[in-house]
């Protein structure tokens, strides 16, 4: 599997932090900056660490 | 009997106290783990017995409401963070290399770091008894402004002290089983064909990476605000109080998945063995397992949906969401269970038991879920009911069902049939007398971390029940430490592989010799083991001749290379 | 791992290399790496919570308090340079190159050195003029971020001290050099974290 495509998975998270921030910023709600973040962080932690992994194993399944 | 071991009598040597107090292989960190645990479960269960002590009637009858916050802090915080998370990661240690075929985890000194840090920690956060103003007392959630200093002792510098090294020694741990999940595996062994409970600690380990640092920075924050003047919670100087709450369930949700998805993995090895049925739908149950591992970052704030600064159509949503994978794996065990051909041990009957109490578990969570509902009943004791149905019901029965399926290769002995099944039926009275009373208790508005509530509130009786099976669940302990007891010494021989198990730690002797596996048989499946008991006779001829071949140690590997 | 039969293999470089991909110290120093990712997270999420919450930020009595010159923004070019030389010394090392190693490690552990000295002045000034860790939450998170990003900068500068030791001590070669790779990892994740810093605290 292509290590590149470990990072789709900080995508995703990214997707929902922007779903988290956009949400009630456009529709009215609670807006949580603190939690956006958070989100945003782990979406690249989560990527990094994704990325690591499979270049870490590469060569073998 | 299927074994590789080349000389089974050899691996059973006695370790005297040095070995144990310096070891880092990783089957005797799993079993300090496991020790260390329990000890910490037993501490955590006697102030469970204080608390319904003092509910079992109204009035305040044994301790002062300072101490009694006292008494359900630090139950909790003992269970959580000193018992469940830490046993789960001994079962890790000890399963995970040799599932994978692997001599021992990836940094063998770091994991005896991690164990060490762990008996240290819980004295610290014990000896906040022995402080003026008592131990931690704002419930295991430490919520400010409660945690402050102006109402919380040194106590709470303590209990966070104590939970920043117990963090800091998952952290490592979860490091070690990731590298060694991913880097260590034997030839053969695939990402798919690795045994679910290795996924579990896989998916487990990434909660723990990421998660658990987020708690660290707020444990680090509240104890600035606490002794250097910082004012990160502190709402009249601009701080901000539900910033705490954020930060803290950020992490303590997914904490809860780390709870509960080892104990799953167990149950999922448990469940295939005891049906003699593969595990239904073994690539649904991986990809549950890391829906359930994202999902749980994503709903963090349903803890919070009462304090007004959550988006709750979200949070709704995303708890919702959780349930569809959740779902799929009990569905997955009981198509497993489905036709197999069952024999009740008692490993599987703890396993019957966490499917059965973590299904009520979930779908009173899935109540929770709804936010109107939440609205009624955040903060009683229909919540109350739900933590322990899935902790209790789920986790513990879980750790149990692991406990009996490994003893025997962790000592080489048996654990008698009938005092586990004593013990099961004993504890799964008194687990279902204790908090099923709760859900009413909740519905009819019991608040939650009181010392006392009035006689008029009509809620006398179900506490009074709920107190007696309290004390059933303690008195299920008594049949499982004289199991222990007496296995330990005289318990039926086990042999390496008394279930007929499917999976690696089965294909040597128990207990294993220091470096696992003398050598190890062929990985074509998620069942090695079974594969290796019912090859057809001609191939295990050619096992036979592999091994008189394997003199040289390079031919110590799967049979058909060559 | 070829073979079960050894045990712990004591060449974990020559393990790695047979199964391919980052080696398992390497690996771990990554893992870690992504975790204090999430540990900055955590502090940062309560700065712009903090911040959100705020009529105005920063505050009154520190809206000119937070000076780029002469400390700080000197320093964060010492920094970003001694990620370069700390990248020199790993390619150095790479090469066999033992002198070069060397050299650029004690290059970049002096300049590592000379940033913490630098915060510290920065500090002193800073609670001279008010801006104390107990000056309200925009204090708090403050001094909470760099503070912390310090210990990591001094945690760097102690593995880096202990690289040059070993450098010192020909302890290192083309062949292994896991310690020189990871340390250089976590020394430019503490670079990155910083312009981060930097960016939030001083210029947005």
Same mark, same amino acid.
């Given at each position: ?9 900080g ?14 910023t ?25 990325y ?10 | ?10 691996s ?11 070891t ?15 000890? /910490?479960?037993?501490v955590?269960?006697?102030l ?13 009858q ?11 802090t ?27 075929g ?40 430490s919520y400010?402004?409660l945690?402050e ?8 510098d ?5 939970v ?29 064909r ?13 909660l723990?990476?990421?998660?658990t640092?987020v708690?660290a920075?707020a ?7 606490r002794n ?13 109080a539900?910033?705490w ?13 780390i709870?509960?998805l ?15 049925k ?6 649904? /149950?991986?990809?549950?397992?890391a ?9 963090w ?21 959780i349930?569809?994978p959740?779902?799929?794996?009990m569905?997955n ?22 499917v ?7 779908i009173?969570?899935?109540f ?15 919540v109350?009911?739900?933590?322990h ?15 009996y399926?490994?003893?025997?290769k962790m000592?080489?002995r ?11 039926v ?23 971390r009181i ?16 107190t ?30 008394p279930?007929?198990g499917?999976t ?18 062929e ?23 592999a091994?008189e071949?394997s ?12 | 791992?070829?073979?079960s ?45 903090v ?9 009154l009595?520190f ?11 000197p ?29 650029a ?16 002045i ?10 104390r ?12 971020l ?7 900068v ?28 990871a340390?250089s ?12 810093l ?7």
């Amino acid at each position: 599997m292509k290590p590149r495509l470990t990072l789709l998975i900080g995508v995703v998270f990214l997707v929902v932090a922007s779903i988290f921030y956009g949400a009630p910023t456009l529709l009215g709600g609670h807006v949580d900056v603190g939690g956006t973040v958070m989100l945003v962080g782990l979406a690249a932690a989560m990527s990094l660490m994704a990325y690591v992994l499979a270049v870490g194993t590469a060569s073998e399944s | 009997m299927a074994t590789t071991a080349m000389t089974p009598a050899a691996s059973a040597y006695r370790a005297g106290l040095y070995e144990w107090l310096t070891t880092t292989d990783h089957k005797k960190i799993g079993i300090l783990y496991l020790v260390n645990s329990l000890i /910490f479960f037993f501490v955590g269960g006697l102030l469970a017995l204080a608390v319904r002590t003092e509910l079992a009637m109204p009035g305040i009858q044994f301790f002062k409401e300072v101490v009694y916050n006292q008494l359900f802090t630090m139950h909790a915080s003992f269970m959580l963070f000193l018992f469940v998370i830490p046993i789960l990661a001994g079962f890790g240690n000890y399963a995970v290399p040799l599932m994978i075929g692997a001599p021992d985890m990836a940094f063998p000194r770091i994991n005896a770091l991690s164990f060490w840090m762990l008996p240290l920690a819980g004295i610290l956060m014990a000896t906040g008894f022995l402080t003026n103003g008592g131990a931690a007392a704002a419930g295991w959630t430490s919520y400010s402004p409660l945690a402050e200093k102006a109402y919380s002792g040194m106590g709470t510098d303590l209990w966070i002290v104590a939970v920043i090294l117990i963090g800091t020694s998952s952290i490592l741990g979860a490091i070690n089983f990731l590298v060694t999940i991913f880097k260590m595996r034997a030839p053969g062994m695939t990402m798919f064909r690795m045994p679910i409970m290795v996924w579990t600690m896989l998916v487990t380990s990434v909660l723990v990476l990421l998660a658990t640092p987020v708690l660290a920075s707020a444990l680090i924050m509240l104890f600035i605000d606490r002794n250097y003047g910082g004012h990160f919670f502190d709402p009249a100087t601009g701080g901000n109080a539900i910033l705490w709450q954020n930060v803290f369930w950020f992490y303590s949700h997914p904490a809860v998945y780390i709870m509960v998805l080892p104990a799953m993995g167990i149950v999922s090895e448990v469940l295939p063995v005891f049906s003699r049925k593969p595990l239904f739908g073994y690539k649904a /149950f991986v990809f549950a397992t890391a829906g359930i591992g994202a999902l749980g970052f994503s709903v963090w704030a349903h803890h919070m949906f009462t304090t007004g600064s959550v988006y709750l159509p979200f949070f709704s949503l995303m708890t919702f969401l959780i349930a569809i994978p959740t779902g799929v794996k009990m569905f997955n065990w009981i198509a497993t269970l489905f036709r197999g051909q069952l024999t009740f041990s008692t490993p599987l009957i703890f396993a019957l038991g966490f499917v059965s109490m973590f299904l009520i578990g979930g779908i009173n969570g899935a109540f929770s879920a709804v936010v109107p509902v939440d609205f009624a009943i955040h903060d009683t004791y229909w919540v109350v009911a739900h933590l322990h149905y899935v902790l209790f019901g789920g986790s513990v029965f879980g750790v149990f069902a692991g406990v009996y399926y490994w003893f025997p290769k962790m000592t080489g002995r048996m654990l008698n049939e009938g005092l586990g099944k004593v013990q099961f039926v004993l504890m799964f009275v008194g687990v279902n007398l204790t908090f099923f009373p709760m859900h009413q208790l909740g519905l009819v508005g019991m608040p939650r971390r009181i010392a006392d509530y009035s006689s008029a509130a009509g809620w006398n009786d179900l506490n009074l029940l709920a107190t007696v099976g309290s004390f059933i669940i303690g008195a299920s302990m008594l049949p499982f430490l004289w199991n222990v007891f007496i296995s330990l010494s005289s318990g039926k021989p086990a042999g390496d592989d008394p279930w007929e198990g499917n999976t690696l730690e089965w294909a040597t002797s128990s207990p294993p010799p220091p470096y696992n596996f003398d050598r190890l048989p062929e990985i074509r499946s998620e069942r090695p083991v079974f594969d290796l008991r019912h090859r057809p006779r001609p191939e295990s001829a050619d096992l036979q001749l592999a091994a008189e071949a394997s003199a040289a140690p390079e031919s110590a590997g799967p049979a058909g290379h060559h | 791992m070829t073979s079960s039969t050894t045990a712990m293999t004591t060449e974990h470089g020559a393990a790695a290399h047979a199964r391919g991909g980052i080696s398992n110290p390497i690996l771990g120093m990554l893992l870690f790496i992504t975790s204090e990712v999430m540990f900055f997270a955590g502090l940062f999420a309560a700065y712009f919570n903090v911040r959100a919450a705020g009529p105005i930020w920063p505050p009154l009595e520190f809206a000119d308090k937070l000076h780029i010159f002469p400390l700080v923004g000197p320093a964060t070019v010492l920094l970003i340079l001694s990620s370069f030389t700390c990248q020199v010394g790993v390619w150095a090392i790479r090469r066999n190159d033992r002198r070069g190693l060397t050299r650029a490690i004690a290059i970049t552990v002096i300049l590592g050195a000379t940033f913490l000295v630098m915060q510290a002045i920065d500090y002193t000034s800073l609670y001279a003029e008010g801006l104390r860790l107990d000056a309200g939450p925009f204090g708090s998170t403050y001094y909470t971020l760099t503070g912390f990003h310090g210990a990591h900068v001094l945690g760097g500068v102690i593995m880096l001290s202990v690289v040059l030791y070993r450098s010192l001590s020909g302890q290192f070669s083309a062949a292994h050099h896991d310690m020189v790779e990871a340390t250089s990892m976590y020394w430019h994740f503490v670079d990155v974290v910083w312009i981060a810093l930097f960016s939030i605290l001083y210029i947005l």
